[in-house]
C-alpha cells in the first residue's frame, strides 16, 4: 500500500500521512528500507520494530481487555432483563 492509499483509507491527507509515519520512525516504532529491487529507489516499505511489536502487543491487549469487560457487562445486563421479564 502507498502512502497514498493509506492516506485515502484513513480518510486523512498525504502530508499527514507521511507526518505520522515520520513520527512512528521517530519515536523507533516502525523502521523503513528501500525496495532494493524496485525501479522506483524513492519506494520505501515499512515494518514494526521489535518496541513497535512490543507496543502493538500490548494495545491488541488492552483492547482485549475492555471487549472482555464489555462483554461481562452485556451478559449481566441480559441476566438481569431476563429476571425482570420472568421475574
Same mark, same amino acid.
Request: glycine share 8%; aromatic share 6%.
Given at each position: 500500500? &502507498?502512502?497514498?492509499?493509506? #492516506? *485515502?483509507?484513513? *480518510?486523512? /491527507?498525504?502530508? %499527514?500521512?507521511? =507526518?505520522?509515519?515520520? #513520527?512512528?520512525?521517530? %519515536?523507533?516504532?516502525?523502521?523503513? @528500507?528501500?525496495?532494493?529491487? /524496485?525501479? $522506483?529507489? @524513492?519506494? =520505501?516499505? =515499512?515494518?514494526? &520494530? ?6 502493538? #502487543? *500490548?494495545? &491488541? ?5 475492555? %471487549?472482555? %469487560?464489555? $462483554?461481562? @457487562? ?11 421479564? &420472568?421475574?
Amino acid at each position: 500500500m &502507498t502512502q497514498r492509499e493509506l #492516506a *485515502g483509507e484513513l *480518510g486523512i /491527507s498525504l502530508g %499527514k500521512a507521511n =507526518y505520522c509515519l515520520r #513520527a512512528l520512525v521517530d %519515536k523507533g516504532l516502525i523502521k523503513t @528500507a528501500n525496495f532494493r529491487r /524496485s525501479q $522506483h529507489k @524513492a519506494r =520505501y516499505f =515499512y515494518q514494526l &520494530t521489535p518496541h513497535g511489536l512490543k507496543e502493538k #502487543a *500490548g494495545l &491488541t491487549k488492552r483492547f482485549l481487555k475492555r %471487549k472482555i %469487560k464489555e $462483554h461481562q @457487562a452485556l451478559t449481566e445486563e441480559i441476566a438481569r432483563l431476563r429476571e425482570e421479564i &420472568t421475574g
